[in-house]
């Protein structure tokens, strides 16, 4: 009769525990998007621009659940692999909480090499996500 009273209540807790840990389950967090303009005029992806040349890339970063906010959002340049610098680092307003979208105007360097811009945003959780384009000056 113990033996069989310690079954139930080993099989009561089992059970317990299953079902207090599935309604735990944390929500997953899932880090805002950035995406790049690919109309006519804009530069979305790696590739070739000619010495000193103007180019624009477009940017559209979005929160990806109503809670998570956009926090910041930078920009960085590196030069033929070297460390990067800071283009812009802003903290987003609340009327930028749920997407942000801006235009930047590059001009090539009048020096053969590679040139990677890097823009990152930040969402209120501190989730971060990161996309680069890398343009060959040749």
């Not at 059970?15 to 005029?41: E, H, N, Q, R, V």
């Not at 610098?85 to 020096?111: M, P």
Request: hydrophobic share 35%.
């Amino acid at each position: 009769m113990k033996s069989s009273f310690k079954t139930k209540i080993l099989s009561l807790i089992g059970f317990t525990s299953i079902i207090f840990l599935s309604s735990c389950d944390k929500d997953k967090m899932i880090p805002p998007t950035i995406d790049f303009t690919t109309t006519a005029g804009y530069t979305s992806a790696d590739g070739h621009i000619a010495l000193n040349t103007a180019f624009k890339i477009g940017v559209d970063a979005k929160r990806t659940e109503s809670k998570d906010d956009l926090k910041t959002f930078s920009v960085t340049r590196s030069y033929d692999g070297a460390a990067a610098t800071t283009v812009e680092n802003l903290t987003l307003t609340s009327a930028q909480a749920a997407e942000f979208t801006k235009d930047y105007n590059f001009i090539t360097r009048n020096v053969a090499g590679t040139e990677k811009y890097t823009f990152t945003v930040t969402n209120r959780d501190g989730l971060i996500t990161t996309k680069s384009i890398t343009i060959t000056v040749p």
